[in-house]
């Protein structure tokens, strides 16, 4: 193990100080958690029979990002020896690249340890070799270092990048945002991104700016309409609300003239927690109780739990007059207690926190609405899902099983260790087809796609149900279905049998071909239920291609 305290591995600039880290000779070998579920999860991604050694991983190098990797150290054997650790960036490689200020550093989060854990998913789905791949640990915590470890990986010519995180407030979900920016130099330098979708699903509202007289937006029908609901089951518990509004620019802190507030009451209207600084655009410098961003948070440490029939709701104010019918706005509801309970009084197994008025889509965010990321979910009713704000399918790549189960006694599950998986196979697969990219890897999710549409008697055919209520196309999935043409028209000038592309949309997904017509695909049974919620917006779940099939996907897209 190597730690590098700054800049580029010593590679782009001079006077680099670089500290050994390995431990004495003398010492005895410290014990270390590692995946004990490896070869079964090796298995069913069906890596196991088709590359049981890959003997070139060692030429493949992958950067994973994140806020932390506690306990990298070199003491102890998580990683390949060759793992290098950058917690800190060189001011002359920030100055170079113009990635803020080069007095602004910031640390690892102290203790977490969940950039660790991806990197030893990466590395056993990989099959542990001692000699790889390269991995490079690279400090990603806030919107700043994420740019700069983006740039650090592009400058170590890295193959993939994994990283499990999204950023709630960097963007309008449709691919851009300052945060997409600085993944868009990643794509071009060629590297294969792979992002975790999060774990929002069944966390998240999406509307309109609808005003009432009283300047509170209608959120829903029926009684108390300017409200949104959400249960807390536990005392003491930890619950972020946040809402965001789609007025995000191209650039970091561009500012707005929209102003929405964030208020949080109990069941009998008592504000228990209120969000209202003002929004002020890009020429004004923003004071106190002041931001750039379109964006209001709460965060509640210690709210307690409440009994049914008394949840928490949660309203929007708008304080500038200047929306419009194309404004949307979101509203996450998240918490640090993700894992399921029992409730005392019907012995069932229920979420700690729910919101009872959350849409069952529309839950990707940033960098996992990219269009040229591979954004990788689950199978869990937590992964989110999407499309996104201009009507792409999102996950592009579905892992039916993610459990991770280390040698310490820790458990987990979810899209973040479903992407880490996959960036274990796609560094085996780059090992295996050096000139392997992202759309060789679409383009075997689409035929994995095709295989399972033969037989799947949940679609049907828009001659065999047709949805009983049109709902008219927003400018984005109007250019969405526009782009997919193009992309058509590209599969079939390649030769493509079959070429087609799929669009989602409220009315249902469209199936795009070069024929210029686009035919519905409708989900049979009710559009709000969990089958649909999942099967109609998700993929086959993965499975890795032989050898030779990878080589067939190769040679076809050249």
């Given at each position: ?127 542990n070799a001692p000699f790889g791949p390269k991995f490079f640990l690279l400090n990603a915590n806030g919107p700043t270092l994420f740019r700069r470890a ?392 993965w499975l890795t291609p032989t050898p030779r099939e990878l080589a067939g996907v190769v040679r076809q897209i050249r």
């Amino acid at each position: 193990m190597r730690r590098y305290g700054a800049g580029l591995a010593g590679l782009l600039f001079a006077g680099m100080i670089v500290v050994a880290v390995e431990p004495p000779a003398t010492l005895a070998p410290q014990s270390a958690s590692k995946l004990t579920n490896a070869e079964n999860a090796r298995r069913k991604l069906g890596l196991y029979a088709s590359y049981p050694a890959v003997p070139t991983i060692g030429q493949v190098k992958v950067a994973i990002l994140d806020s932390g990797f506690d306990r990298i150290d070199g003491k102890r054997p998580y990683l390949p020896k060759s793992a290098v650790l950058v917690e800190h960036y060189d001011p002359e490689f920030i100055k170079t690249f113009k990635l803020g200020e080069p007095d602004f550093q910031k640390a690892f989060v102290p203790g977490e340890s969940h950039g660790r854990s991806m990197a030893q998913i990466v590395w056993a789905a990989t099959g542990n070799a001692p000699f790889g791949p390269k991995f490079f640990l690279l400090n990603a915590n806030g919107p700043t270092l994420f740019r700069r470890a983006v740039r650090y990986a592009i400058e170590q010519k890295v193959d993939v990048i994994l990283f499990s995180g999204t950023f709630e407030g960097a963007g309008n979900y449709d691919g851009r945002g300052p945060i997409n920016l600085a993944v868009d130099e990643a794509i071009a330098a060629g590297i294969i991104w792979v992002n975790a979708t999060g774990n929002a699903g069944g966390m998240v509202y999406n509307g309109p700016v609808a005003v009432d007289a009283d300047g509170y937006l209608k959120l829903r029908t029926g009684t108390d309409p300017t409200a949104l609901r959400f249960a807390n089951r536990l005392d003491e518990n930890a619950v972020t609300v946040t809402l965001t509004w789609n007025d995000y620019r191209d650039a970091e802190d561009a500012g707005t003239d929209k102003d929405l507030d964030l208020i949080v009451e109990d069941w009998l209207g008592r504000v228990v927690g209120e969000s209202k600084l003002k929004q002020v655009p890009a020429d004004k410098t923003a004071g106190l109780g002041e931001t750039k961003n379109p964006r209001e948070r709460l965060i509640f440490t210690d709210l307690p739990a409440n009994l049914t029939g008394q949840e928490y709701r949660i309203r929007v104010k708008a304080k500038s007059a200047n929306f419009g019918p194309l404004d949307r706005i979101r509203i996450l509801v998240s918490t640090t207690r993700v894992a399921p309970i029992t409730d005392p009084d019907t012995t069932k197994t229920i979420v700690p926190v729910e919101f009872l008025d959350a849409q069952p889509r529309g839950e990707i965010y940033p960098p996992a609405d990219h269009a040229g990321v591979l954004a990788v979910g689950d199978s869990t009713a937590q992964s989110a899902v999407g499309p996104t704000a201009d009507g792409r399918l999102k996950p592009d790549v579905l892992i039916a099983d993610s459990v991770a189960r280390f040698s310490n006694g820790d458990e987990s599950v979810g899209s973040s260790n479903a992407a880490a998986y996959f960036a274990g196979v796609v560094a085996v697969l780059k090992a295996t087809e050096p000139t392997l990219t992202t759309a060789h890897l679409r383009e075997w999710v689409r035929q994995l796609d095709r295989k399972k549409a033969v037989v799947d008697t949940r679609l049907r055919t828009a001659e065999e149900q047709i949805p009983s209520e049109v709902v008219p196309l927003s400018p984005n999935q109007q250019r969405a279905l526009r782009y997919a043409t193009i992309t058509v028209e590209q599969q079939r000038r390649r030769g493509d049998k079959n070429p087609e592309v799929f669009v989602s949309s409220p009315g249902g997904t469209t199936v795009v071909t070069p024929r210029g017509t686009n035919t519905p695909v409708v989900q049979v049974g009710s559009t709000t239920s969990e089958v649909s919620r999942r099967e109609s917006l998700a993929h086959t779940p993965w499975l890795t291609p032989t050898p030779r099939e990878l080589a067939g996907v190769v040679r076809q897209i050249r």
